[in-house]
């Protein structure tokens, strides 16, 4: 359930955000997104009787995209705003494949070394890790649609926290997963 809660989230930050500037078209779209993924993670928590996969997950993360672009386009939202949203995914992914990169590995290749995947396999669990990626996600949202009612300093700080807060959850998690796997 993780792209799922995280497409929630996210589309819902979205759609908060067009309803507050006017778009009433885009925020019914990201409206819809959201909750067609909230009803999927009622059958997707345990026992799972469906999975998103990857037939799922692609398509959500191009709409995120596309989304995120004709928004700004729109001028219903700042460029910095869909990238914030969906930074736990970007942050994730881009610092796992430039990890691998740097290990010279097979960046093909199946792996679980992404951070989700290492707290799951730390012992926290599935249900732990999606309800805290799922925090994570909602904080986010939340901060981002707050920056974008303000202007100058309060906007700067929300992104630069961010920058911040993203390498210390990633330095803690190194740490826990060192400590497990000398």
């Given amino acids: 359930g993780l792209a799922g809660g995280m497409a929630l989230f996210g589309f819902g930050a979205y759609a908060v955000a067009?309803?507050?500037a006017g778009s009433a078209e885009l925020a019914a779209l990201c409206t819809i997104i959201a909750a067609a993924n909230l009803a999927f993670l009622f059958f997707n928590f345990h026992p799972a009787k469906i999975f998103m996969g990857?037939?799922?997950?692609?398509p959500l993360g191009f709409l995120a995209a596309a989304?995120?672009?004709?928004?700004?386009?729109?001028?219903a939202w700042s460029v910095w705003f869909p990238i914030l949203v969906f930074s736990p995914f970007i942050v994730d992914a881009s610092t796992t494949l430039l990890?691998?990169?740097?290990?010279?590995?097979?960046?093909?290749?199946?792996?679980k070394s992404h951070y989700y995947q290492r707290l799951v396999q730390m012992g926290w669990g599935h249900w732990k890790t999606a309800l805290m990626e799922y925090g994570v996600m909602l904080?986010?949202?939340?901060?981002?649609?707050?920056?974008?009612?303000?202007s100058g300093w309060p906007t700067v700080a929300v992104i630069a926290s961010w920058g911040?807060?993203?390498?210390?959850?990633?330095?803690?998690?190194?740490r826990a997963w060192a400590r497990r796997h000398p």
């Fill in 18 to 20: 067009a309803y507050l």
């Fill in 54 to 58: 990857d037939a799922g997950s692609i």
């Fill in 67 to 75: 989304i995120g672009l004709s928004g700004w386009q729109q001028g």
């Fill in 99 to 111: 990890k691998r990169i740097l290990r010279r590995e097979n960046i093909w290749q199946a792996h």
């Fill in 139 to 150: 904080l986010v949202g939340a901060s981002g649609v707050f920056a974008l009612t303000c």
């Fill in 164 to 174: 911040l807060i993203y390498p210390i959850i990633m330095v803690l998690i190194d």
